[in-house]
């Protein structure tokens, strides 16, 4: 088990939720993250607005370190690799090109709506497959977080979060969201405003706070 995760088991399969926003499928050996919006710096700043910098190498730093404590050798996005039509500005080509370089692992992207920008995506980046849903096991993993009547679905495109209040103060986490049927990862990239989740019945949450995993049900 990684630094800070925690162990849930999910139709039958175990699985971690990393504190890096991530969950990890120990018998696939497989790393799956959602809506990483690489470039969204860029394509904000052709549009007049500012927005905080450093997001992709933060990013980058997170995957390295999922990678390495999991030893997963696939990672499979859910969605949203990309955030806009500009961002693929050089120096985001190449410095994803660059870290792709340093890790031999099977990238699948599942498109969602945001990497419609953009119908090729950088070679170095080296995407080896692009497709709607993928199912494997009992899991169908999609962008859109929709049931589906023969899989669990473990989706992406929310970005959930989870408030806490106490004391007159207020708290909004980003949180893994475990349904009866659909499961939500959190958004994979830090500056995205997010939905906030309700404690459902049946539901599992689990907020993430200081590089730890922390459920709340």
């Known amino acids: 088990m990684t630094p800070g995760a925690v162990g849930v088991m999910v139709r039958g399969e175990k699985l971690e939720l990393l504190a890096e926003r991530a969950i990890y499928w120990p018998r696939e050996q497989t790393l799956i993250v959602a809506d ?27 995957l390295d370190a999922a990678l390495r404590f999991t030893g997963a050798m696939r990672l499979l996005v859910l969605g949203d690799l990309i955030h806009g039509p500009h961002s693929l500005a050089p120096h985001v080509v190449a410095r994803i090109g ?29 995407i080896d497959a692009r497709i709607a849903c993928e199912e494997r096991g009992p899991f169908r993993f999609c962008h859109h977080p929709e049931p589906d009547p023969g899989h669990y679905v473990f989706a992406g495109h929310l ?20 349904g009866a049927d659909v499961g939500v990862l959190p958004a994979f990239n830090a500056f995205t405003n997010g939905v906030v989740m309700g404690f ?18």
């Open 200 to 217: 459902d019945a049946g539901a599992r949450v689990f907020a993430i706070a200081d590089n730890t995993v922390v459920p709340l049900t």
């Open 159 to 178: 970005h959930p979060t989870v408030k806490l209040e106490g004391g007159g103060d207020a708290l909004r986490l980003p949180c893994f969201y475990l």
């Open 36 to 62: 990483l919006h690489w470039g969204k710096s860029e394509t904000f700043a052709a549009l007049g607005v500012p927005i905080a910098l450093g997001q992709t190498d933060d990013e980058l730093a997170r």
């Open 98 to 126: 660059a870290w792709r370089a340093t890790h031999d692992v099977s990238l699948t992207l599942i498109a969602g709506n945001h990497d419609r920008w953009v119908r090729d995506l950088p070679e170095p980046w080296r």
